[in-house]
């Protein structure tokens, strides 16, 4: 989908870009063949052109931050596949809703192919190296919660990667609720033991885990962990009705 965008290039808004889809060109090679076909100025032609051209060198270069800062924030996700060989999927469990007020206790990053837990007393100050590793982030309602909660406790952290946060496209297809929820409805399950369990419930296994209780803390993980891993298969389930969605948008 990408290679289908042009709302990063300026002067180019949605309207400009569906138009752009319904004259039959869609990616910036098929711009650049067919671009007398597009019914657009030649100025404007000329400055999509030149966007083309540094999208795709950019895009070349693995030039997240370019793709990050150009792209409008809710349109992140069609980066993804693109920027899918360096992406981590993030969820946090926090002593409450205040960043100001209450503390992260557990950090759960998945690269897609190994799930990491970083646990405040333990070992949580790692997470500053390790988001450094990856180019695309993707989170359920990340934007509000898990990105700024974290950087309350670690503004060293950057955070200038691409990052997709389902709860928005998702919403565009249908699915509102919490991540639980959309879960249920896309059919996915939860192992016997964490089926059920919802946030204030890892707050409370945290306080049991403080008092000593070595159990709740595995159990919490094991529920982290169910977070991290289940929104690599929502995206994966979702990703090609988003695009569809999308370019069904410029269909008269």
């Known amino acids: 989908m990408l290679t289908n965008t042009y709302i990063h ?26 671009q007398e076909n597009i019914p657009i100025s030649p100025a404007k032609k000329t400055r999509i052109l030149k966007g083309i051209k540094e999208s795709s060198e950019r895009l070349k270069a693995r ?14 996700w069609r980066t993804y596949p693109k920027f899918s060989d360096s992406m981590a999927f993030v969820d946090i469990e926090t002593t409450g809703l205040s960043p100001n007020r209450d503390c992260i206790t557990v950090v759960g990053i998945y690269d897609g192919k190994e799930a990491k837990t970083f646990v405040k007393g333990i070992n949580l100050d790692e997470i500053v190296d390790e988001f450094a590793k990856y180019r695309l982030l993707v989170s359920f309602n990340g934007a509000r919660f898990d990105l700024p909660f974290i950087k309350a406790e670690y503004p060293e952290i950057e955070f200038d990667q691409l990052h997709i946060d389902l709860m928005y496209p998702l919403r565009r297809l249908g699915y509102r609720g919490g991540l639980k929820n959309i879960e249920k409805l896309l059919g996915i399950t939860r192992s016997e033991s964490t089926d059920g369990m919802s946030g204030f419930e890892a707050v409370r296994l945290w306080k049991k885990y403080e008092k000593g209780d070595r159990k709740a803390l595995e159990l919490l993980l094991e529920y982290n962990k169910e977070d991290i891993v289940n929104l690599k298969t929502i995206i ?4 090609p009705y988003m695009v569809k969605k999308t370019l069904e948008t410029c269909k008269p």
């Open 63 to 76: 030039d997240y931050c370019y793709f990050s800062q150009k792209l409008p924030s809710a349109e992140h």
């Open 236 to 239: 994966e389930m979702t990703y």
């Open 9 to 34: 290039i300026q002067g180019v808004g949605k309207t400009l870009e569906q138009k752009i889809w319904a004259s039959g060109v869609q990616n910036w090679k098929n711009f650049r063949e067919m």
